[in-house]
């Protein structure tokens, strides 16, 4: 009967272990619309960006699937031992309370679960902290409650425009409510963007979950962190720091296009933005 | 017990002075529990206006409730409501942790507890236990004064987290005096938590019992010996961290401030050295109940008494070297990074240890499912959740895609709300009939646990979706693809309500039924100290000190 049962529920943890992220990640395929959250979504946006990539292969392939089995072997130990040891099923209790092997085996078997995370996670990492040569820079600064944007002279810009929200009053068909903007950014695709974060007053964050992309901004400080978007779309983001009463309505919207659309709007823009105090260039190229 | 000879000076004083001047750790203890009860409701009032809120898209609730509650312009409802919103979030998180967690599980089961389950007679200061008390009444006077004074520009209260990040704590973000009411809430709260810990320390290490050694001592003194040392260690850092707000706010000064040459990095790297260790401040105690409940209810002593002993100290010391972790995102270089991710990981080994340990002493036991049993294996269950999303935020790289989300929130509340909450649920109903005298009705105390239990995982089980979706915290209002999954976890305040009504009914259906308990109700199991006195306990216990042979465990 112990033998069955230890297998019955072996089966039945490992069945569900595969099920369980099975289904979150069929979550994600079924997402149709990019760039924006999914109505009711289960898993990770997709990804457009290579960092986002392999967050979301970090999440999906590694973390889920270790973390779903542990949760699900600990519900089935309890579940089991519940069972097999209440008091009608063994009245006398053992005076077991030493088992050294076993105690060892449940310290190394973490170290080596966490030393098999740590590989793939520390890879990441390096990755998004490490900005690479990048072909486009903007700098980003966070304001009671908008978001502004420079686009240095020196590489087609020299204009600079704030990112507001667009009222519920002002919406047409198409756009999200508290995600759709006055002013996009306009970004190329496949190319390397650095972003520079700044604040003008309090702590805000800029986050686009499909780019794996999160940053504060902080006054007083100068932060980067760098995407490259390898498909064209609309990208939505939200502040993610708590900074005063209109938290909830500063977002955020990248528009990548191809070069030559770039191009076309850096003229445009430039023309639409111009104003004295936006000539800005990439800080005197301090490379 | 309480022997008449020892009378004079020792007799039961009654009425007020018995319980505004107490020296007593038992009546400390219960004014402990009672003012964590207070801080407790109030701050799930908050957090039911917020899922009330958070049901639908669009904001329904808070303009109406600034109204009411600050007598706010009916012109101005719209924003008063969104900052209202943000002080609630900002109180309920400092309510349930300095107000609710920490009063129940260090003040009350500690104090109620630790002096008997180590034999001795009292704490080591009983006035200094008094004053402990009454200091954290003021604080959290204090802290509920913050949210009806001038905050933001033209706003009431503070709303900026708990965590109170300049500079929207500072004069720029909140030139009102909210502020610095929380401020001096903190302080007195932590001037209480700093004599708490000096006296539980004092106690442990110099009141024992003979024979009593620290390899005998109950886990649960364990706990909240390692919780002592945390709390000592920590406390100043969060004193002297918001003082130099204070002074930033008041006297000119410019530490957090840029325009200074200060930096507000500098609040964070300081608040978190303290709240990291504070997260394990609430939890440990924790620990410490579940182990004697699982030992109690399987009939067992505890498996690997040293190794979960140790755990606990090792899980207090590395807790103390991991707290940047809660700042991933704010620019640190890419070899901080890497140390704070694997720092992190690591704390998962002896927790691990702790969940098996508890498994294995079930293993083999002879198991009966009384209230304090269920509480602690749904506590096991809850806070594995907890712990396994706590690895994946470990990881700098993957909490780039979850911080500030509703990811970190349900992992959060999974470790707190669920953990903490379902130990402190335990620890009472396990230790309700000692300190009353009565019997809670088992049905009762079971239909609690349900709908608790239904009620969080429904709350917070979704935040996960929020979460991975991309919601960032702290909204008062979201994209409407974020619906479904709000108005689930609003759904389920429904039972969480439901089981809060049903824990005020066990109190009052035990207080009038009159079970009488007896010394120790829950058989074999129960072998510590405090199931050898009657039920509630003497005045003052052991006049004569027990002597402890074979093991005190």
Same mark, same amino acid.
């Given at each position: 009967m112990f033998n069955v049962n230890r297998q019955m529920l072996t089966r039945g943890a490992l069945a569900a272990a595969v099920a369980v992220p099975t289904i979150l990640c069929a979550g994600v395929a079924l997402a149709q619309a990019e760039g924006q959250p999914v109505p009711g979504g289960l898993g990770l946006p997709n990804m457009v960006t290579p960092v986002g990539l392999a967050t979301q292969q970090l999440y999906n392939m590694v973390l889920m699937p270790i973390i779903s089995f542990i949760a699900l072997f600990v519900l089935g130990l309890l579940i089991y031992v519940c069972y097999r040891f209440n008091e009608q099923a063994n009245p006398v209790p053992s005076k077991l309370t030493h088992n050294t092997p076993l105690e060892i085996i449940w310290t190394l078997i973490p170290v080596l679960i966490l030393l098999f995370i740590s590989v793939p996670s520390l890879r990441l990492l390096a990755q998004q902290v490490e900005v690479p040569e990048a072909s486009v820079t903007i700098k980003v600064t966070g304001n009671q409650w908008y978001w502004s944007y420079k686009y240095p002279e020196d590489q087609g810009g020299g204009f600079g425009f704030d990112q507001m929200l667009k009222p519920e009053s002002e919406l047409q068909p198409g756009d999200l409510r508290l995600l759709t903007v006055d002013n996009e950014a306009l970004v190329p695709v496949n190319e390397v963007i650095a972003v520079h974060l700044t604040s003008n007053d309090v702590i805000h964050a800029f986050g686009v979950p499909s780019f794996g992309v999160r940053m504060d901004a902080i006054p007083g400080r100068l932060n980067q962190t760098w995407f490259k978007v390898e498909k064209e779309g609309v990208y939505y983001g939200q502040c993610f720091f708590i900074c005063g009463k209109d938290h909830a309505y500063m977002p955020i919207v990248i528009r990548a296009v191809s070069r030559e659309k770039y191009n076309e709007w850096l003229a445009q823009a430039k023309q639409k933005f111009a104003r004295a105090d936006s000539r800005v260039r990439v800080a005197a190229d301090s490379r | 017990m309480a022997s008449s000879t020892m009378a004079g000076a020792h007799d039961h004083p009654r009425g007020l002075r018995r319980f505004l001047f107490s020296t007593n750790h038992k009546d400390i203890g219960t004014l402990y529990i009672i003012l964590g009860s207070?801080?407790?409701?109030?701050?799930?009032?908050?957090?039911?206006?917020?899922?009330?809120?958070?049901?639908?898209?669009?904001?329904?609730?808070?303009?109406?409730?600034?109204?009411?509650? /600050?007598?706010?312009?009916?012109?101005?409802?719209?924003?008063?409501?969104? /900052?209202?919103?943000?002080?609630?979030?900002? @109180?309920?998180? @400092?309510?349930?942790?300095?107000?609710?967690a920490m009063p129940i599980l260090i003040g009350g089961f500690g104090n109620w507890f630790v002096p008997i389950m180590i034999g001795a007679p009292d704490m080591a200061f009983p006035r200094l236990n008094n004053i402990s008390f009454w200091l954290l009444v003021a604080s959290l006077v204090l802290a509920v004064i913050s949210m009806f004074v001038d905050g933001a520009p033209g706003m009431k209260g503070f709303g900026g987290g708990w965590t109170f990040y300049p500079p929207l704590s500072s004069n720029t973000g909140t030139p009102g005096p909210a502020m610095d009411f929380v401020i001096l809430a903190l302080h007195l709260a932590g001037a209480s938590s700093i004599l708490g810990a000096i006296n539980f320390i004092t106690t442990i290490f110099n009141m024992r019992a003979p024979g009593m050694t620290l390899h005998k001592m109950p886990l649960f003194v364990w706990s909240i010996l390692v919780t002592a040392f945390l709390l000592l260690l920590v406390l100043p850092v969060l004193a002297g961290c918001v003082t130099m707000l204070l002074t930033d706010r008041n006297f000119g000064t410019m530490f957090y401030d840029p325009a200074?040459?200060?930096?507000?990095?500098?609040?964070?790297?300081?608040?978190?050295?303290?709240?990291?260790?504070? @997260?394990?401040?609430?939890?440990?105690?924790?620990f410490g109940i579940i182990s004697q409940i699982v030992s109690t209810f399987s009939k067992k002593p505890v498996f690997g008494y040293l190794g979960m002993a140790y755990a606990m100290v090792c899980i207090g010391v590395l807790g103390s070297i991991v707290w940047a972790h809660h700042m991933y995102t704010v620019g640190m270089s890419l070899n901080a990074q890497r140390y704070f991710t694997l720092a992190t990981m690591v704390i998962a080994v002896p927790t691990g240890i702790k969940i098996f340990s508890w498994i294995a002493t079930m293993w083999g036991g002879s198991l009966s499912f009384r209230?304090?049993?269920?509480?602690?294996?749904?506590?096991?269950? @809850?806070?594995?959740?907890?712990?396994?999303?706590?690895?994946?935020?470990? /990881?700098?790289?993957?909490?780039?895609?979850?911080?500030?989300?509703?990811?970190?929130?349900?992992h959060f509340h999974y470790t707190l709300s669920l953990g903490a909450v379902f130990a402190l649920y335990a620890g009472f109903y396990y230790w309700f009939p000692k300190m009353s005298g009565y019997m809670y009705s088992e049905t009762l105390a079971k239909a609690n646990f349900w709908l608790l239990f239904i009620g969080v995982n429904v709350v917070f089980f979704p935040q996960h979706f929020l979460g991975l979706g991309g919601m960032p915290r702290r909204y008062i209002d979201y994209p409407d693809a974020y619906a479904l999954w709000n108005l689930v976890s609003s759904f389920g305040m429904i039972f969480v309500t439901l089981s809060l009504v049903v824990w005020f009914y066990v109190i009052i259906d035990a207080f009038l039924k009159k079970r009488l308990a007896g010394a120790n109700p829950w058989g074999v199991g129960a072998t510590t100290l405090e199931w050898t006195l009657s039920s509630p306990p003497p005045f003052h216990q052991f006049e004569v000190l027990p002597r402890i042979s074979g093991s005190g465990r």
């Open positions: - | 207070i801080g407790g409701v109030i701050g799930f009032l908050l957090s039911l206006a917020m899922r009330l809120e958070l049901a639908y898209p669009g904001v329904q609730i808070f303009p109406g409730l600034a109204e009411f509650l /600050n007598g706010a312009d009916p012109a101005m409802a719209l924003d008063a409501g969104k /900052n209202l919103y943000n002080v609630f979030i900002t @109180v309920h998180g @400092v309510l349930m942790i300095f107000f609710m200074g040459g200060g930096d507000p990095l500098l609040f964070q790297h300081l608040l978190w050295f303290f709240g990291h260790p504070e @997260v394990y401040i609430v939890i440990l105690p924790g209230a304090p049993m269920v509480w602690a294996i749904g506590f096991i269950f @809850v806070f594995t959740m907890g712990g396994i999303t706590g690895v994946v935020l470990a /990881n700098a790289s993957a909490d780039k895609q979850f911080h500030e989300g509703y990811y970190v929130v349900a």
